[in-house]
């Protein structure tokens, strides 16, 4: 059925062009499969050899408004043939399912940059539902770009007119059209895409040939069309030797915490309730009983964490995963495994808020809740990843932590890492250190609070003979963990716990200047606003600029040389997706006047929005 030669679909008459990078954007109705297009596109890209970064956007609801601007889902990717750190800040061609995609849409366009449009959406009930009172591809409005009108739908349609397929399964299919005319725009081989398609289906041989069909139409039409006189070619990048595969936040995430159940020896509990964009941690972990996981998908919140901390108590790697409301909800537990002193991940992949907020959208603004949300003293060490491919190694590091100090752990990402992807270097476990695991087997000597050089207390499986002990969420005497109210064993419990949360900076690296070590201004991010730091740091040194920038990871504590940095820095600006909330940590934690640069618009930030704020402080230091 499929042995159509496609070698030929790679031969091309028209000029090539080489650029470094392109950021193109896909946009269609929810229904439009353009979150699939998109992957589909970067898998192509990520196995020629280019470093990518993406930008997954679309809306919370299942059943979006279909034709509003409500409804607009969009996949962004910058892809370059060299390192890059973010999908992108102006879009080079945007393709545009219908109106509202590009009502939605055209504003990230630069100008000049191009335009796929299926022109058979552009009727006068989708311009209506977009809120067009004219038809952009009639008026003159568009004048400030290059317009590629196609006829997607019809297309799609005459393709498949002899398969009998019903207007609606038909018309699906015409995402793979656009896929094939950019799949040929940018030179890149269809194989891949058909090799997907064919195991994606092979259980419904006709789906498989109209999607490949359209697919090839698509590519040919690229070649054929007079609308398109030019391709383009975009080299592999030249990144450190290994072995890569393309991988987004929560599917690396969920590789560093088997991979710390691996090196530790442990299985993994992950109890956790659904919500987005946490989620897909459950559905991938559930896929991984070969590692011995065992995953619970709970009924709320609160069982879901409950379940986590006693699968701890029993011996295991106790996980639970959520997002900002889950936090919240999980907060009176958390307390509890303060106070039990069990060793537990807790993933936070923050969203917009508050309440339900934005589901779908990023932000940073569960920091302070991390640190401080909960009643009484009940300190936690909280990390945050800084890229997709850094949630594998911060996933393996708070398992780190949390057995080796007996403690839970806060790992933080967001939105934007949890959907959005990179090239990812793998790595082999004889790679990984081993992580050590005592569990407490001899009966003399032995008392449930009786703590070590860094105050962890024994791990003790219940059912061990000898090693009964209490356990709960009422304050406990010193050593023997006793049920105890006194005023001074209190205050010492609470100090201890403190003191070893504290502790941990012993442990973790020193903060680490990108630059020079002093000098007029200072970038300090923390989380996913690494990638536009970067970006926004590397255009200011292009400029002649001096600019030096520091990325925390470790947040609670804090490296222990943090305020030794931050002094030597007449400014300090803090680029973060909330109101200022390491600001607030910084300023009183060391009495720096740190400079605060808040977006809070369910987006990460653009390198240009940094590149602004850091020539402001400059001018005015001058």
């Not at 606003?529 to 804090?558: C, D, F, W």
Request: aromatic letters at 8%; proline letters at 5%; charged letters at 25%.
């Amino acid at each position: 059925m499929f042995e159509q030669d496609t070698e030929s679909l790679s031969k091309s008459l028209k000029k090539i062009r080489n650029l470094n990078n392109v950021t193109v954007r896909f946009a269609g109705d929810s229904g439009d499969g353009m979150q699939l297009t998109g992957n589909q596109f970067t898998d192509t890209v990520a196995i020629f050899g280019n470093d990518l970064g993406t930008l997954p956007d679309f809306p919370a609801e299942i059943r979006a408004p279909i034709g509003t601007t409500y409804g607009v889902s969009g996949f962004q990717l910058q892809f370059s043939d060299h390192e890059i750190y973010t999908p992108g800040d102006e879009v080079d061609l945007l393709v545009a399912m219908n109106p509202a995609a590009l009502k939605v849409n055209i504003r990230d366009l630069k100008k000049g940059g191009d335009i796929i449009v299926n022109s058979d959406s552009f009727d006068k009930k989708n311009l209506q539902l977009a809120g067009y009172e004219t038809n952009p591809l009639e008026d003159d409005s568009l004048s400030n770009y290059k317009v590629h009108s196609v006829p997607i739908t019809k297309s799609t349609l005459e393709v498949l007119k002899d398969l009998n397929l019903s207007m609606k399964v038909a018309t699906k299919c015409k995402n793979f059209f656009a896929l094939g005319i950019m799949l040929w725009l940018y030179n890149r081989s269809i194989e891949r895409t058909i090799n997907w398609i064919t195991r994606k289906f092979k259980n419904d041989q006709i789906i498989a040939e109209a999607n490949i069909r359209v697919l090839k139409a698509g590519y040919n039409f690229g070649e054929t069309a007079e609308i398109f006189t030019t391709r383009y070619e975009i080299k592999p990048a030249k990144l450190r030797k290994g072995i890569y595969r393309n991988i987004n936040g929560n599917d690396a995430l969920s590789l560093g915490l088997i991979a710390g159940s691996v090196k530790s020896g442990l299985d993994i509990f992950l109890g956790s309730y659904p919500i987005t964009p946490a989620s897909d941690i459950l559905h991938f972990m559930s896929r991984q009983k070969k590692f011995g996981v065992i995953t619970f998908q709970a009924e709320d919140e609160i069982a879901g964490i409950t379940s986590a901390i006693g699968a701890s108590f029993a011996g295991k790697l106790g996980v639970t995963t959520t997002s900002g409301p889950g936090m919240a909800l999980k907060t009176e537990a958390m307390g509890f495994a303060v106070m039990t002193e069990l060793p537990l991940v807790i993933v936070d992949v923050q969203r917009g808020g508050p309440s339900t907020g934005l589901p779908t959208k990023t932000e940073q603004a569960d920091l302070l809740q991390s640190v401080y949300g909960r009643n009484s003293e009940a300190p936690i060490p909280v990390l945050a990843a800084a890229t997709p491919a850094d949630c594998f190694n911060m996933a393996f590091e708070a398992v780190r932590i949390a057995l080796r100090f007996m403690t839970p752990v806060i790992l933080l990402s967001d939105g934007y890492l949890a959907n959005g992807s990179e090239p990812w270097k793998t790595v082999r476990s004889d790679e990984l250190m081993d992580i050590e695991v005592n569990f407490r087997t001899e009966e003399e000597g032995f008392f449930p609070y009786l703590r070590d050089e860094m105050l962890a207390r024994p791990w003790a499986i219940p059912g061990t003979k000898g090693l009964e002990h209490r356990i709960g969420g009422l304050e406990k005497k010193h050593i023997t963990g006793n049920v105890n109210y006194e005023p001074e064993n209190h205050e010492l419990m609470v100090k201890l716990r403190a003191q070893k949360v504290k502790n941990i900076e012993n442990f973790i690296p020193d903060l680490e200047v990108n630059g020079h070590s002093e000098g007029k201004l200072l970038i300090l991010g923390w989380g996913s606003t690494q990638g536009p730091i970067i970006a926004a740091v590397e255009k200011q040194r292009a400029k002649g600029n001096q600019v030096s920038m520091a990325h925390l990871k470790y947040l609670n504590p804090l490296p222990k040389n943090t305020a030794d940095v931050l002094r030597k820095f007449e400014s300090v600006l803090i680029p973060e997706m909330n109101l200022g909330q390491l600001s607030k940590i910084i300023r009183s934690e060391f009495l720096i006047n740190a400079i605060s640069l808040n977006k809070v618009q369910g987006l990460p930030f653009k390198a240009v929005e940094i590149e602004t704020k850091i020539e402001e402080i400059l001018n005015n230091l001058k």
